[in-house]
């Protein structure tokens, strides 16, 4: 694993997705533009609408998608983790898994994960959501894929990041850099985001790489934004705000065993 550079875009998507999929060329080419070599684009970010429009749109949503990350990946010969976008079920017409897949330089699939946590949960600010609805849910842990260039690195999806167990799972496995991409919803967003992502930061003593989805995206929907990077102390990197951009931060490995030395306590685990 060497030293470099990790971007963790942000997104204002809508119920579009060739506005999302240009918007989001713009900015994997910024990131490329600073420098990234693995880039993270946010849950949702070829389509965000009403849970029946992205059911409707689901097939298309998932070829397009597929071959929008390949192709960026290529074309730039970067990393990128395509954060969360519907892959209908076979057998199963009005249900589709939340799925992430990170993708190589050559195009290449690497790993793909299907969203196990579904956030049905009535928001205080009565908003009401069900993923259930139209999300079948993961039965598998998510993949970490070990680059020998990037390190090993763990997926997972957005509501995930409520479950420590799943990454407790991922850094047992030798995890160093996790990804969470997300569309928190505003209202959470504003008082548990941040905390929850340094936490898993902290306890599993790994980079946390975040993007996410911001403002307004349709109709009531408004997401936290404030995409990050977290080193494995805990500390932020970097934050991308609120306005749609990329969060860009050094992940390097020698931090990372500087701080797994001053803080081992992945070593002193009685438990899990
Ligand atoms: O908002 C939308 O329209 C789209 N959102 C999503 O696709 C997903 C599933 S509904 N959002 C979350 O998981 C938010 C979790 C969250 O916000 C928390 O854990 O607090």
Not at 117 to 124: A, E
Request: hydrophobic share 45%; proline share 5%; charged share 20%.
């Amino acid at each position: 694993m060497k030293s470099y550079l990790a971007a963790a875009i942000q997104m204002t998507s809508q119920p579009d997705l060739e506005k999302n999929l240009a918007a989001a060329e713009e900015l994997i080419e910024l990131a490329v533009g600073k420098g990234a070599e693995l880039i993270g684009l946010p849950e949702n970010f070829a389509f965000m609408g009403a849970e029946s429009d992205k059911i409707a749109q689901a097939e298309t949503i998932a070829l397009k998608a597929d071959k929008f990350l390949r192709t960026m990946a290529q074309r730039f010969q970067v990393t990128i983790l395509g954060g969360g976008f519907p892959v209908p079920v076979t057998g199963i017409a009005d249900k589709a898994y939340n799925t992430a897949i990170l993708v190589d330089g050559n195009g290449a699939e690497l790993a793909r994960y299907q969203k196990v946590h579904l956030f049905d949960v009535n928001v205080p600010d009565g908003n009401t959501y069900q993923e259930s609805s139209t999300v079948m849910a993961g039965i598998d842990l998510p993949p970490i894929y070990g680059s020998d260039s990037l390190g090993k690195i763990g997926l997972s999806i957005c509501y995930d990041v409520r479950f420590p167990e799943l990454y407790r799972y991922l850094s047992q496995q030798g995890a160093d850099v996790l990804f969470v991409p997300a569309a928190f919803t505003a209202f959470t967003g504003k008082d548990h985001w941040k905390v929850l992502l340094q936490a898993r930061a902290i306890e599993n003593t790994c980079y946390i790489i975040a993007p996410a989805q911001t403002g307004n995206n349709y109709e009531r929907r408004y997401t936290h934004g404030h995409a990050m990077i977290i080193d494995p102390w805990g500390v932020v990197l970097a934050d991308a705000g609120e306005e749609a951009g990329v969060a860009i931060a050094e992940i390097n490995p020698q931090r990372l065993q500087q701080v797994r030395r001053q803080m081992p306590s992945l070593q002193h685990r009685v438990f899990v």
